[in-house]
């Protein structure tokens, strides 16, 4: 099993469609949803469920212009992405 560097941050596209830790400035407090072409807008930790999911369909960014990090292995099983 590949190793994964969970503090790295990561140029491009992600592997799996699904939420990351992704910034245009390396922010660990931002959250946005790549859908397999572009980033949504970001959402912070408190957000509520409701606008993280309006969040979730605002597709505004491009991929170029956000780095992501591996999500962590203690996030919940439903939230993992590979």
Not at 23 to 42: E, I, L, V, Y
Not at 54 to 81: F, G, L, M, V
Request: glycine share 4%; charged share 20%; net charge positive.
């Amino acid at each position: 099993m590949e190793r994964r560097n969970y503090d790295h941050w990561n140029p491009g596209k992600p592997p799996a469609l699904g939420w990351y830790n992704a910034s245009m400035h390396c922010n660990k407090q931002t959250f946005r949803f790549w859908d397999g072409k572009q980033w949504s807008d970001f959402a912070g930790v408190n957000y509520s469920l409701k606008n993280v999911a309006s969040i979730a369909k605002t597709k505004i960014i491009p991929p170029n212009r956000i780095c992501w990090r591996h999500q962590p292995e203690d996030w919940p099983t439903n939230a993992k992405t590979y």
